[in-house]
């Protein structure tokens, strides 16, 4: 099992960026890729990032392409870097890790997820 904990959600106001980080642990070498959701209220968790084991792969969610950088500094941590924030990213954000051994933005394919925190974009 795989424990995910993520840290740096907040309030900012529109055109702002925060830095999210999550940090795994546990059986962290079964993991391949790690990715980032997020759900508004009354609305279905929906895919934002991922980033494969080694960084090489990242795919992004057509409505944070250009604002919104996936990182890893090791194989244990990732990062989701938010520029340029909108009101219609508020959400809950949920890091997850995927043993698939390709890189997904299914919900289905994680295995392992977070608490979530919170951001909220002002206007």
């Known amino acids: 099992q795989v424990e995910l904990v993520e840290s740096g959600g907040g309030l900012v106001q529109a055109g702002g960026s925060l830095r999210l980080s999550c940090a795994a642990s546990?059986?962290?070498?079964?993991?391949?890729?790690m990715g980032w959701f997020r759900q508004a209220p009354g609305k279905e968790r929906e895919f934002v990032a991922v980033i494969s084991r080694s960084s090489v792969i990242t795919e992004y969610a057509d409505s944070v392409k250009g604002r919104f950088t996936i990182s890893r500094d090791n194989a244990n941590t990732v990062y989701l870097q938010m520029n340029n924030l909108k009101p219609e990213d508020t959400a809950v954000y949920y890091c997850?890790?995927?043993?698939?051994?390709?890189?997904?933005?299914?919900?289905?394919?994680?295995?392992?997820w977070g608490q979530g925190t919170q951001v909220t974009v002002s206007s």
């Open positions: 997850a890790a995927s043993t698939k051994v390709k890189v997904t933005i299914h919900y289905a394919d994680y295995n392992d």
């Open positions: 546990g059986r962290t070498l079964s993991i391949y890729s």
